[in-house]
């Protein structure tokens, strides 16, 4: 008996919107994608196995380029990573049965696109920072250095509580800034978790494309200030994934 197969959904795009011929889906080998229409929408999909097991590293990035390269040409609303159905019929049932708050979601995303600002101190700067500005703390490093660590335990885990507290006071107080410098660019933003004890600052900001230029200047700018003690990455343009919450679908 055959494998049976149901339909990857990437995501929701106005019904004019085809894949081009050289877009590869996920799964081993990469499905063909292709646009399943009804009314004013279209679901990007592909064949998958309903048995194959999904997850690898190639199969998130051919989901992700897939969705920001069909953010460069027209609004995409990304669907869950991983939301399989049985059918065409099933994803027509979705399209019709969110039709208008779909098409009223492309319509907010339309001409927009995401971009990512990730900033990750420098770990020996940040710590020189902390024990400067706090006496306690460098005191607390003197005792420490070059003994051994059986007999400056209990110094060394003082030490690591009061980096750690700088390391999340110094994050709020960056990201706001951060926020502050980019919202006259930015038409939304949302400040995502940190990946790392020493993320210093992790926004996604929903940016026009006709201020593009004018938002990575800012970004820039930012990261040129602080180019000292933080290493920034600007990541984009990519499809509105956090910006879409109220859109996804959860089933």
Request: hydrophobic fraction near 45%; charge should be negative.
């Amino acid at each position: 008996m055959a494998d049976e197969t149901g339909l990857f959904i990437y995501g929701i795009v106005p019904s004019d919107v085809e894949p081009t011929s050289d877009a590869a889906g996920v799964g081993d080998p990469p499905g063909e994608v292709t646009a399943v229409q009804h009314g004013e929408l279209a679901a990007l999909v592909s064949e998958v196995g309903l048995e194959e097991a999904l997850g690898r590293p190639a199969d998130l990035t051919a989901y992700q380029t897939l969705l920001d390269g069909t953010a460069a040409v027209a609004p995409v609303l990304p669907v869950r990573f991983g939301t399989v159905v049985t059918g065409e019929d099933a994803v027509i049932d979705l399209l019709e049965a969110h039709h208008d708050r779909f098409a009223d979601a492309l319509a907010e995303f339309d001409g927009k696109l995401q971009y990512i600002l990730h900033g990750r101190y420098d770990e020996q700067a940040l710590i020189s920072r902390v024990l400067a500005d706090n006496p306690g703390a460098a005191e607390l490093a003197g005792q420490v250095r070059g003994q051994p660590v059986e007999v400056t335990r209990e110094q060394r885990i003082r030490l690591g509580e009061i980096i750690a507290q700088a390391v999340e006071l110094r994050r709020e107080a960056e990201n706001a800034q951060l926020i502050d410098a980019l919202t006259g660019v930015s038409v939304a933003n949302v400040a995502r978790p940190p990946s790392s004890e020493l993320d210093a600052v992790h926004v996604a900001f929903l940016v026009e494309a006709d201020r593009e230029a004018e938002f990575i200047d800012a970004a820039e700018e930012f990261a040129e200030q602080r180019r000292d003690l933080v290493r920034m990455r600007l990541l984009g343009p990519l499809a509105p994934y956090d910006f879409v919450s109220a859109h996804q679908l959860a089933e």
